[in-house]
């Protein structure tokens, strides 16, 4: 099976610091990949570079076998990756529904003429949208569907403004789902209710997953396999019962039980 | 209600707060003094022999002043007493302190001589202080007059609710019915109803003091007997159910569609000439609340597309053209218009549409200018005329009527049809994939672009959409005006319509017409009249008073976009939203479950 997508050689530096120095990567199809590793380790910066937000010194990134890099972010969307952000950004004056119709937008096509005949394929369009927006918040259960539809996303609690960032980011269709942190803040209870909720993705949404989380017993519940970085050079890389018994990785974590490295 | 605690001691006054307050007062009393508006503003009467636009520049600021400084902040839990004599007397300071300043002026501007770089230190400054009665009684009588003023201000909280509320009604009817004398005695002319306009102004303009005296009496009466009433009608409005509502909504514009497009027909010259001005500049306030409110483009060149519409009219109609003058009809025109502005907008917003904030607003600052340097300059004269411009455009013609400088009325029905065009094109899109993305970029771009978004593309649609909006307004000007030069189109024009579009309600239709009606109908645009035609080039201290108030007090406009005021009052809006428990505590919920 060849990988959804690869990454050879990739390098980044800021200033003098080398974030992620020759990283090599890959994810196959259906798989759930999780990315670990101390504070600063360069999990974000990677995520980063897949998307286009920041460009590397060098090495390449191959998505379906054909190089990614120099795309801008929105072609990259296009293409089939979506991802959260760490430090959740939302539309916050958007309403939940808007935040996930908006991000459709490059799986729809009509333009300004369409809205302003309202032209009978610009009307269906734009019922196409909202259903398919309603199907994919309504995937959280009862949490962002209902009266919560039409509030603005800063009213939302914490737990749900992230749910809302995974809802966005499978609006817009992807094959590969990149989540920064998808539980961070979140009470036990939550995180467990979350991580089955990641397994769905890939079960029936068919989506392949790469995941950055300090929670370990989310990362074991749910991955196929575990990359542990540290200042920017993958140190390990298996199962997760490889990594964490892995002696390098348990001195990455300074004996820091692995649990609360956050 | 809250409970009162008793009135407190008349002496019992916050010393500080009292200079604080009348300190300003002093201060912008002289202010005003100095920059010359009472001595300019005075031939406007607004009640005769009694009031002139000049005194009232002066008086309203004490009766604000003892207002505000009498006024106190109501905390949940702090009991406030009730309002008393104490009251009175702090308003009275206030107003009496600011009198003061004005007095002291005065003796200055007896005994000095500053008038070499304050221009209005002068005889004729000092008179009006002095009411032509010498000094000694200017002194005293600003100190006296002061302190009414202040008294009168403080007093509206002292007095119960509805009188106060009836009183301050009475006073605001009595200056907007005195300043809107043009406009009204142009529409009762309309309606044969000159009785009424001669009973109520006195022969050489102003209320005269019996209708001044009739017509407090009256508001006073109506608001004491419809209290309550509007709260009513509101909550009527409320209960109504969703389809109800809307065909109410609907019965109300449409009767408001109607009624302005017969208002025209009842109203002289002068008056529609005003409106047409108030459409031309509505028009350019929708364009531009595209791409400032909608998309979040601060672009401080807008002019420049009322230029390029202007000019593409001028050139193909006008047989006076020095370039080329194939006077084609306005039919035609038009369409080679859009074409032209959108055009432009692409070249004008390529370059700059990539930066941001800041820096997008000083470069297209430049490229504004620049395209009306380059239809000054001599470089482009053959074309475009220079600083002679390009005149004799010819009357649009419609077949069944001529929209011509000459008849004000028909060039407000071809301006009301184009801000038609831009109310429908601003409500589809507002509402559609592309109004999505704007809103978007405008609330964070990048991740809009993260999210699969081309801003680049996204963006120069509403420059575009912006730019034809302008070059409509700039076609009608053309055709109006009937000759177009460079200096129609100075960054003021850009300005102006900005402060309009933040006035009004940045992002909302209604709010930026409203903000144009009120603006540009009142004080009037760069260069065209409003109805206080008098403020001459006071109109721009006004303008930028009005911006700096609204941007402290009210940020989101007369008529707020719900979103923005969200976006600038979120504390509020969720700590409303705790009290109706609709807030989300699903985290807390679970962690004690
Ligand atoms: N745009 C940037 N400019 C300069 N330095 C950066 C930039 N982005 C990241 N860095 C630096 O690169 C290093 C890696 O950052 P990164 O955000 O990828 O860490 P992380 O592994 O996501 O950490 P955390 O667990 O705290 O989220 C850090 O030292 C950070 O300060
Ligand atoms: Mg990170």
Redesign the pocket.
């Known amino acids: 099976m060849s990988p959804v997508m690869s990454i050879r050689d990739l390098t980044v530096s800021?200033g003098g610091?080398n974030?992620l120095s020759d990283l090599n990567f890959h994810v196959d199809e259906g798989e759930i990949v999780s990315v670990i590793?101390p504070?600063?380790?360069?999990?974000?910066?990677?995520f980063n570079l897949i998307t286009g937000l920041?460009e590397p010194n060098s090495g390449d990134i191959l998505f379906e076998g054909e190089s990614i890099l120099g795309l801008d972010p929105y072609q990259v969307t296009e293409i089939g990756i979506a991802r959260t952000f760490?430090n959740v950004r939302l539309f916050p004056n958007m309403t939940v529904l808007e935040n996930v119709m908006v991000a459709q937008h490059c799986r729809t096509h009509q333009h300004a003429f369409g809205a302003l005949l309202q032209t009978k394929a610009f009307r269906k369009e734009e019922r196409e949208i909202r259903e398919r927006a309603e199907e994919v918040l309504s995937f959280f259960g009862t949490r962002l569907i209902g009266y919560r539809l039409d509030q603005p996303a800063f009213v939302l609690s914490y737990a749900n403004r992230r749910r809302l960032e995974i809802a966005r980011a499978m609006a817009t269709q992807p094959r590969l789902l990149l989540l920064d942190e998808p539980v961070a803040g979140m009470n036990p209870k939550e995180s467990v209710e979350l991580t089955n909720l990641i397994g769905r993705l890939r079960s029936e949404w068919g989506f392949t997953i790469v995941m950055i989380e300090h929670d370990m017993g989310v990362v074991r519940d749910v991955s196929d396999r575990v990359v542990v970085l540290d200042h920017g050079v993958t140190i390990a890389q298996g199962s997760y019962e490889e990594v964490s018994n892995d002696p390098q990785v348990i001195e990455a974590y300074l004996g820091r039980p692995a649990q609360d490295a956050s | 209600m809250n409970e009162l605690a008793p009135p407190r001691q008349i002496l019992d006054q916050d010393w500080r707060r009292v200079l604080q307050f009348g300190g300003l007062c002093a201060l912008a009393l002289v202010f005003i003094a100095l920059i010359g508006m009472p001595v300019q503003l005075d031939t406007r009467i607004l009640i005769r022999r009694h009031l002139s636009l000049g005194y009232l520049s002066l008086i309203w600021i004490p009766i604000i002043m003892g207002y505000l400084v009498s006024k106190e902040l109501v905390l949940e839990g702090i009991i406030s007493a009730k309002k008393g004599p104490r009251d009175l007397l702090t308003g009275a300071l206030t107003g009496m302190i600011g009198g003061a300043g004005l007095s002291l002026l005065a003796v200055l501007i007896n005994n000095y001589n500053l008038r070499d770089p304050l221009l209005n230190w002068s005889p004729q400054t000092l008179e009006q202080l002095n009411f032509g009665n010498g000094i000694g009684f200017g002194i005293g009588i600003w100190l006296l007059i002061g302190a009414a003023l202040g008294i009168f201000g403080s007093a509206l909280h002292v007095l119960p609710a509805l009188t106060a509320k009836a009183v301050g009604t009475a006073l605001l009817a009595v200056i907007l019915v005195s300043i809107l004398e043009t406009a009204i005695t142009d529409l009762l002319q309309g309606f044969r109803l000159t009785f009424v306009t001669d009973s109520l102004y006195a022969k050489r303009g102003g209320l005269s003091v019996v209708s001044t005296i009739v017509l407090i009496v009256f508001v006073m009466l109506v608001t004491v007997l419809a209290a309550g009433q509007g709260e009513a009608l509101r909550e009527k409005y409320d209960a109504l159910d969703e389809p109800k509502r809307k065909s109410t909504n609907l019965t109300l514009s449409f009767t408001g569609v109607i009624i302005l497009l017969l208002l025209p027909l009842f109203l002289g010259k002068i008056m529609n000439e005003l409106l047409a001005n108030v459409g031309l500049f509505v028009l350019l306030a929708l364009g531009l609340n595209i791409v400032v409110g909608l998309a979040g483009i601060l672009d401080l060149g807008y002019v420049a597309f009322f230029a390029v519409g202007g000019y593409t009219t001028a050139v193909l109609t006008s047989p006076n053209s020095p370039w080329i003058s194939p006077e084609l009809h306005f039919g035609i025109v038009i369409l080679i218009v859009i074409v032209a502005a959108a055009i432009v907008g692409l070249a004008v917003g390529a370059p700059v549409i990539r930066m941001r904030g800041d820096y997008l607003a000083i470069v297209t600052l430049g490229f504004g200018e620049i395209i009306r340097l380059l239809f000054l300059s001599d470089w482009l004269a053959p074309y475009f005329g220079g600083a002679q411009g390009i005149t004799n455009i010819p009357p649009v013609d419609l077949g069944f009527a001529e929209v011509k400088g000459s008849d004000p009325r028909s060039v407000f029905y071809l301006v009301i049809f184009f801000c038609a065009v831009a109310i429908y094109v601003s409500w589809r899109l507002q509402g559609s994939r592309l109004g999505r993305a704007w809103m978007a970029i405008r609330e964070d771009e990048k991740v809009a672009e993260a999210m699969g978004i081309n801003t680049v593309n996204a963006k120069l649609m509403a420059f575009v959409v912006g730019a034809i909006l302008a070059s409509f307004s700039g076609a009608v000007f053309a055709a109006k005006v009937g000759s177009i030069f460079p200096s129609s189109f100075l960054i003021l024009v850009s300005i102006i319509i900005l402060v309009v579009v933040i006035v009004g309600g940045m992002g909302n239709i209604t709010g930026v017409i409203v903000g144009a009606v009120v603006l540009i109908g009142v004080l009037g645009g760069p260069k065209q009249p409003g109805l206080l035609q008098e403020l001459g080039t006071f109109k721009l201290l006004i303008y930028g008073a009005l911006l700096i108030f609204m941007m402290l007090k009210r940020p989101e406009g007369l008529v707020p976009n719900a979103r923005r005021s969200h976006e600038l009052h979120q504390e509020e809006f969720l700590q409303d939203a705790w009290l109706k428990g609709i807030v989300d505590d699903d985290d807390e919920e679970e962690v004690t479950a």
Request: aromatic residues 14%; charged residues 5%.
């Open positions: 800021f610091l974030a590793g504070n600063g380790a360069g999990k974000t910066t990677f920041v760490q």
